[in-house]
């Protein structure tokens, strides 16, 4: 049985693969929250709703990229490397989530940031570039098994 749920698993990582890239490839504005937050370099810190001396040192140091609130508390996107890296990240009390850039299934981990690498692991018979061709050529993706990555957590709009 172990085999199937291989194939299962590596499906799973095509499809994945191609949505990845096919989010990549949006044509949306820069300046989104969402845009800018998958790409390469930034960081998900989470903060409390209301103001605080860390969020505000961020802020002051100019390494916030966007923020999303959540109503209890914010999602700031920061410039890891503007801030110092991980070093300037701790030194400003931020933790880090990369947690949330990381979709975990039991093929591996998938970082949602660098979908490049994620099709770059895979082999060319198992991959599915249904979302992308559907984009390419105008039409609504053929139905299937999608597995889709929120820039934070789920909120309710």
């Known amino acids: 049985m172990r085999p199937r749920r291989d194939r299962v698993v590596l ?16 044509p949306g504005p820069d300046g989104t929250a969402a845009v800018r937050a998958r790409k390469p370099g930034v960081a998900k810190v989470i903060v ?6 860390r969020a505000d040192a961020a802020y002051d140091q100019g390494v916030v990229l966007g ?37 975990d299934l039991e093929g591996g981990a998938l970082d949602t940031r660098r979908p490049e690498d994620v099709e770059s692991r895979l082999e060319p018979s198992l991959r599915r570039d ?24 789920v909120r309710d709009e």
């Open 130 to 153: 249904e979302l992308a061709h559907a984009r390419a050529e105008g039409r609504p993706a053929h139905d299937g098994l999608y597995l889709v990555q929120l820039v934070g957590p």
């Open 67 to 103: 923020e999303i609130d959540y109503g209890s508390f914010r999602l700031l996107l920061i410039d890891e490397r503007a801030a110092g890296g991980a070093a300037g990240l701790a030194h400003l009390g931020l933790p880090v989530r990369d947690d949330l850039n990381r979709v």
């Open 11 to 26: 499906s799973l990582l095509a499809l994945v693969g191609a949505s990845l890239a096919a989010c990549a490839a949006d």
């Open 48 to 53: 409390g709703a209301r103001p605080t001396g």
